[in-house]
């Protein structure tokens, strides 16, 4: 443009104003597409369409479902399937045919399946200011964590000592209580799963049977007693010192008949202080239900051999019947064994075939005191440090419940630990038993049941330690001993639970009861071995 050209004012103010509305109209995402006020619009590309597969129509698939190729197919599947189900069956029952069959459990009772715990005097167990029936449910928790199955109670009935006249076998002597009481103990020892068995030996004060012309009184009085408590809920009897019974055998069988056809589920106990195994025979020779506590284990000298002995003649005499094992009729163990040996027979009592029976305060320790010249009198229950310490006993430094449940190596503790597996391990609630030999001194024995878990026992009775020489040459052919086994406890300190064991290595200290375990093994077959430790001779140790 020439400087002679003029420029009209207004004409450059209207070409500002279009330009203004030329912007303004372009779309805000166009800006950077615009060139001289133009806008560029971006056009979609035409979409290609494509067909819809809609499958075969029902005529194509029948046509091509009778090809013969897709008929071939399917004939070749089922066939394959079939086979493959037959196959898995036939190989489900060789498995079933070959596995070892499961043993038929044998019908047990309760007092099969754990201990009893005599409790004779009320006033010694509960302590110098109680005694009465009302207390003795106070200490029902405490039986229960004992795991025993019941509790024989007394004698609590009336009566005047050598006076059948003043003698009620029917009432309950003031002392004690009452009826009601005993129905409400009753009660709440069912609901702690605890049965009460009542003694009802006659003349408890005195002579026990009267005079031999009064026999036939007191036999009527028995009958009518055992009818009476039967109906008020009790679950069996004790009768104790029945060897002094003229007849005692035919009253035995007169009793358990009663009591069985009330109800299966009742026990008669008899009780001797006898250790003779003919007079243990004789009184178990009309009826073979009947539990005997005894003496017989007390005459063994507390020797390894000869408490093998007498264990094996018993069982071989009474055929293997269901037992009990106590070393008396009433007393306390502490009384008849030495206090080193008292944690070996705790081991040895709950691992025999029956019912171990224990006195109130056997699982502490307890030891009836004595004066010179007198009769030894109950002990008084040692709760807690405010109780009598009126007795003996090994460790009578801590004797109380209350410190040994604190303790885990007390008497107590022991007892809980085998109580327990008392009652839940098929080996030693129904077991077979079979005797192992071993070193001097020594008692050693098996206890299995079919596939379950194996529980040996080696007990040294001996003062010195000693090598155990386990022999399994004697077991028949199904019975076996692994090379190692795990300890599941010992009666003496030091040693760790669980701790694997190599059987051809065990000793043990002197007193000392071992129980190990270890699992079935189906199959095993035996090896044999010489060590000269052994001075060569041979040993079958089966794994």
């Known amino acids: 443009m020439g400087q002679d050209t003029e420029v009209d004012p207004e004409e450059v103010e209207l070409n500002h104003l279009v330009s203004e509305m030329q912007l303004r109209n372009v779309a805000p995402g166009a800006a950077s597409g615009t060139e001289n006020g133009m806008v560029k619009i971006k056009v979609a590309a035409t979409e290609v369409a494509t067909p819809k597969f809609r499958g075969l129509s029902k005529e194509e698939l029948l046509k091509v479902a009778g090809s013969p190729g897709w008929v071939c197919t399917r004939w070749a599947l089922l066939v394959l399937f079939w086979v493959g189900w037959l196959s ?12 070892p069959r499961c043993r038929e459990l044998p019908e047990q009772s309760w007092w099969h399946k754990g201990a009893l715990y005599r409790i004779s005097n009320l006033q010694a167990f509960q302590g110098q200011d109680a005694g009465a029936l009302a207390g003795l449910k106070e200490r029902l928790q405490y039986l229960s964590t004992l795991k025993v199955k019941g509790i024989v109670l007394g004698p609590i009935h009336k009566n005047q000592k050598d006076d059948i006249d003043g003698t009620n076998l029917e009432q309950i002597d003031p002392t004690f209580g009452s009826k009601e009481d005993l129905d409400t103990l009753l009660q709440l020892a069912k609901k702690k799963g605890l049965r009460v068995i009542l003694d009802l030996t006659p003349n408890y004060r005195g002579q026990k049977w009267f005079l031999p012309s009064q026999s036939d009184t007191v036999a009527t009085k028995m009958r009518d007693a055992l009818q009476f408590w039967l109906q008020a809920g009790v679950a069996g009897f004790q009768i104790r010192d029945v060897e002094t019974l003229v007849d005692g055998p035919s009253y035995l069988a007169e009793w358990h008949n009663i009591t069985k056809n009330f109800s299966e589920d009742r ?4 009780g001797t202080e006898s250790a003779s195994l003919e007079e243990i025979r004789r009184l178990l020779s009309v009826n073979r239900d009947v539990l005997l506590t005894s003496s017989y284990l007390s005459a063994s000298g ?13 069982l071989n005499a009474t055929d293997n019947r269901w037992c009990s094992w106590s070393l008396s009729q009433a007393g306390l163990l502490a009384s008849a064994v030495p206090a080193h040996l008292l944690r070996l027979y705790h081991l040895l009592l709950f691992t025999l075939p029956g019912t171990p029976v224990f006195s109130s305060g056997d699982e502490i320790g307890l030891k009836a005191a004595a004066l010179p ?12 440090g405010s109780s009598s310490t009126n007795s003996s006993g090994p460790g009578s430094s801590n004797m109380t419940v209350q410190e040994q449940s604190k303790d885990p190596d007390s008497l107590l503790t022991l007892f809980w630990r085998l109580s327990d597996l008392r009652g839940k391990e098929r080996a030693l609630l129904h077991g077979d038993f079979h005797v192992l030999s071993s070193g001097p001194d020594l008692f050693s024995y098996l206890r299995q049941w079919d596939q379950n878990k194996r529980f040996l026992v080696v007990l040294n009775f001996g003062d ?3 090598a155990a020489r386990l022999g399994a040459s004697g077991l028949p052919a199904s019975v076996s001993l692994p090379a190692r086994a795990d300890l599941l406890l010992s009666t003496e300190p030091g040693r760790e639970d669980g701790a694997p064991v190599e059987l051809e290595l065990l000793s043990l200290k002197p007193h000392e009861g071992l ?6 093994v189906p199959g095993a077959p035996a090896l044999s071995f010489h060590c000269p430790r052994h001075m060569g001779s041979g040993i079958s140790v089966f794994f």
């Open 267 to 270: 026990l008669l106990i008899a």
């Open 464 to 466: 010195v330690a000693q």
């Open 373 to 384: 010249g007198q009769p030894a009198k109950a002990p008084v229950m040692l709760w807690d």
């Open 302 to 314: 507390f020797t390894g051999k000869q408490t093998e002995e007498l264990v094996t003649q018993y």
């Open 515 to 520: 129980l190990l375990h270890f699992p079935y």
């Open 88 to 99: 898995m069956l036939a190989g489900a029952v060789v498995i079933i045919l070959r596995a």
